[in-house]
């Protein structure tokens, strides 16, 4: 299933994408795709409704982040080698973990604001994972059966508010719109290999970003094993899984986003992503 959730920031509605990519509503059903709606047992019961008897949303509509009432947020550094050489850090022995706001999600086609006083505004593609069941202390085998679904996401960094502000990456990473997340989550059982997805991001038309989520150094069981040893992961939690090399701070010379730019993203069978930079108003 391909289940987005669409309408003005706030006020989302759920919805279910038909074999044609036609958008239809899912409100007859459940009041969000959130909490319970992502356990093992909703998605069964969503599974069984034939998305042709679904009253069909017509016209364009803007869609905001495919998953609601998210709690956390988490993302993984460094988790491509290639990546970490071109940042000039070494290679992790564990999972690297910061945290993203969760008033950092954004709709996949939503403005990203650059916050005030940023220098170094970054883009990075990932693969974002999207918690079904509650996971403590799983194994690194059964991880994967927590997981709802997975989606595009662009973890967007501000580098100085990151690296020179002090304190926790996390001042860089959790600004407001820095989680575009979507257009839409994927249930896993559509995803016969999340080690084997394709991942590219464009900025103004030029490609920045190719790779492939068999590059990671921390697959996503083994991400959710460790993250489930050190917090109870509940429905509807994020886990942004790190991005391989093509971020601005790592080219030379360096290149940051301006407002004006356009920023594009894809993942294998998640859709893409269109971004425009705004300053903050």
């Known amino acids: 299933m391909r289940l987005v959730r669409y309408g003005p920031p706030g006020a989302e509605r759920p919805g279910m994408l038909d074999e044609a990519g036609k958008l239809r ?57 290639d990546h970490a050489a071109e940042a000039g850090l070494p290679v992790p022995d564990s999972p690297v973990v910061f945290y993203k706001s969760p008033t950092a999600l954004n709709g996949p086609n939503d403005p990203l604001i650059r916050p ?9 593609v990932e693969l ?7 996971a403590s202390y799983v194994s690194e085998a059964k991880a994967l059966s927590h997981v709802a679904g997975y989606a595009a996401g662009n973890d967007v960094s501000e580098r100085a508010f990151q690296m020179a502000a002090g304190g926790q990456w996390s001042k860089g990473k959790g600004c407001d719109t820095f989680a575009p997340l979507g257009p839409w989550l994927l249930t896993a059982d559509q995803v ?7 991942l590219w991001l464009d900025v103004n038309g030029g490609r920045m970003q190719t790779g492939n989520t068999g590059t990671m150094i921390f697959s996503v069981a083994e991400i959710i094993a460790d993250l489930s040893r050190h917090m109870t992961l509940l429905p509807g939690d994020v886990i942004y899984t790190g991005t391989p090399p093509g971020v601005g701070m790592g080219r030379t010379p360096r290149v940051f986003l301006q ?19 705004i300053e903050r108003p």
């Open 25 to 81: 509503d899912l409100t007859a059903h459940v009041s969000d795709i959130a909490g319970e709606v992502l356990c093992p047992k909703g998605l069964e019961r969503l599974a069984t409704v034939k998305p042709k008897t679904l009253p069909e949303v017509k016209g364009a509509r803007r869609l905001g982040p495919p998953v609601g009432a998210v709690g956390k947020i988490l993302g993984i550094g460094l988790n491509y080698a």
């Open 192 to 198: 016969d290999d999340p080690q084997n997805l394709d």
């Open 259 to 277: 407002p004006g730019d356009e920023v594009r993203l894809g993942v294998t069978g998640l859709g893409e992503q269109c971004s425009k930079v």
């Open 128 to 134: 974002a994972v999207i918690i079904g069941s509650e």
């Open 116 to 124: 005030t006083g940023s220098e170094k505004m970054d883009w990075e």
